[in-house]
C-alpha cells in the first residue's frame, strides 16, 4: 500500500492524503470533518476575504483540493476533496440551507448534513 512508504514527496502526500478521504465512508469522513471544523471554516473566511495565499495553505491543512463558488448554486461554497473521472466529492458551506442543491440523479447523488450550515456532498 502506498501508506507504507516511508517519504513520499509533498506533492504524493498531499495526493494520497486527498485519496484517503476521497474513499472514506460518510461516516468516517463526518467525523474528520468535525475533528477539523475550525479549520474548515477558517479556509472558508480566508477564500470570502481573497486571501489567495491563506487559502492554500488552508486547503493543504484540510487535505483538500479546490474551493470555489459554483453560479447554479449562489450561496453555497464547495470545498472539493478530490476528482475522479466525472465523480466529485466534498464539503459545502451555506448560511441558509434552502440554498443547498438537491439530490438528482445526474448531478447531486448524495448531500447530507453535518452540522449546521456544513454538507457532505457526491457529484457527478
Same mark, same amino acid.
Given at each position: 500500500?502506498?501508506? /507504507?512508504?516511508?517519504?513520499?514527496?509533498?506533492?504524493?502526500?498531499? %495526493?494520497?492524503?486527498?485519496?484517503?478521504?476521497?474513499?472514506?465512508?460518510?461516516?468516517?469522513? /463526518?467525523?474528520?470533518?468535525?475533528?477539523?471544523?475550525?479549520? %474548515?471554516?477558517?479556509?472558508?473566511?480566508?477564500?470570502? /476575504?481573497?486571501?489567495?495565499?491563506?487559502?492554500?495553505?488552508?486547503?493543504?491543512?484540510?487535505? $483538500?483540493?479546490?474551493?470555489?463558488?459554483? /453560479?447554479?448554486?449562489?450561496? $453555497?461554497?464547495?470545498?472539493?476533496?478530490?476528482? %475522479?473521472?466525472?465523480?466529485?466529492?466534498?464539503?459545502?458551506?451555506?448560511?441558509?440551507?434552502?440554498?443547498?442543491?438537491?439530490?438528482?440523479?445526474?448531478?447531486?447523488?448524495?448531500?447530507?448534513?453535518?452540522?449546521?450550515?456544513?454538507?457532505?456532498?457526491?457529484?457527478?
Amino acid at each position: 500500500s502506498i501508506s /507504507k512508504f516511508i517519504s513520499l514527496s509533498s506533492n504524493d502526500s498531499s %495526493f494520497y492524503l486527498s485519496l484517503k478521504l476521497f474513499t472514506m465512508n460518510d461516516t468516517d469522513l /463526518k467525523n474528520y470533518f468535525n475533528n477539523n471544523v475550525n479549520k %474548515f471554516m477558517q479556509l472558508v473566511s480566508y477564500f470570502n /476575504k481573497e486571501l489567495s495565499d491563506e487559502v492554500d495553505k488552508g486547503l493543504a491543512s484540510v487535505n $483538500c483540493n479546490a474551493i470555489y463558488m459554483d /453560479k447554479k448554486y449562489p450561496g $453555497c461554497v464547495f470545498i472539493q476533496i478530490l476528482t %475522479f473521472e466525472n465523480v466529485e466529492s466534498g464539503f459545502i458551506y451555506a448560511d441558509e440551507s434552502e440554498v443547498v442543491p438537491g439530490v438528482t440523479a445526474n448531478e447531486f447523488i448524495y448531500i447530507e448534513g453535518v452540522v449546521p450550515g456544513w454538507f457532505i456532498y457526491h457529484r457527478m
